[in-house]
């Protein structure tokens, strides 16, 4: 393959992670939390330095775009971390509301979003059964895309 075409593949399947993502919200009723919608910024870039690789057949924009995707597999990580309880979230978003110490009920229902979002530590799970979450999932698709995206930036291609 040449590298206009692993740039064009890597276009597709960085776009085709937070796009699936979207239909779970849409069409499964999954809601996303803070991490969760973060996950998906690092793909959206990917997609367009890919596209731009594909475009200039620039092994070092594919580089980038492989870059991106694996910024996006670490907060996949960190966010299983924060499902797993082994650390607590930095997003101060991703906690519960809760009525803190000195808030009274009116204080309280003012400062709720009018759409409570979920909290980062309740973990979403897209196939009932199968104990992997939607950011474990993430977490292997993004290392594996971005692995892809640099092994073919650095093998290169035949153009």
Sequence with gaps: ????????????????????????????????????????????????????????????????AGLAVLVSAGIAGLHLGVEQGWWPSPLPSCAAPSAGVAMSVDELMRSLAPKPDKPCDAAAYLIPGLPVSMAAMNLVYGLVLGGLALIWAREGGKG
Excluded: D, K, N
Aim: net charge positive.
């Design 1 to 64: 393959m040449t590298t206009r075409q692993h740039a064009s593949l890597i276009t597709l399947l960085a776009a085709a992670a937070p796009l699936a993502a979207l239909a779970s919200e849409r069409f499964l009723g999954m809601a996303p939390c803070a991490l969760c919608l973060w996950q998906r910024w690092p793909y959206w870039v990917a997609a367009v330095l890919a596209a731009l690789a594909a475009g200039l057949r620039s092994r070092a924009l594919l580089a980038l």
